[in-house]
């Protein structure tokens, strides 16, 4: 079992930056793949950035490349979600996911454990 955590959520203006955690605690944190959703008021739930289990392979969604970088330490049992140029199409919940995998998965049906979300604003 694999309880996460998130942290670092809040209000921000366009334009700024904000830098999401992950803190995982339970089963051995490396040898999960590690994943970012969001889900915006009356939308699905999105995949955002997701790493794989040893850190060095890393993939983005579209909307959020060049802006978002992902990142884990294996050493803290945490992930981060580092967040620049924030628009208000980022607003929206942010999800920390794990999968019992090695290679990151792009849905949400390939993470098994999710944390209970933490809340982006971003205000134009």
């Known amino acids: 079992q694999v309880q996460l955590v998130e942290s670092g959520g809040g209000l921000v203006q366009a334009g700024g930056s904000l830098r999401l955690s992950c803190a995982a605690s339970?089963?051995?944190?490396?040898?999960?793949?590690m994943g970012w959703f969001r889900q915006a008021p009356g939308k699905e739930r999105e995949f955002v950035a997701a790493?794989?289990?040893?850190?060095?392979?890393?993939y983005y969604a579209d909307s959020v490349k060049g802006r978002f970088t992902i990142s884990r330490d294996s050493a803290k049992n945490t992930m981060y979600l580092q967040m620049n140029s924030l628009n208000a199409e980022d607003t929206a919940v942010y999800y920390c996911?794990?999968?019992?995998?090695?290679?990151?998965?792009?849905?949400?049906?390939?993470?098994?454990?999710w944390g209970q979300g933490t809340q982006v604003t971003v205000s134009s």
């Open positions: 996911a794990a999968g019992v995998r090695l290679s990151y998965g792009l849905t949400h049906k390939e993470y098994d454990y």
């Open positions: 790493i794989n289990w040893n850190g060095r392979s890393t």
């Open positions: 339970g089963r051995t944190f490396s040898s999960y793949a």
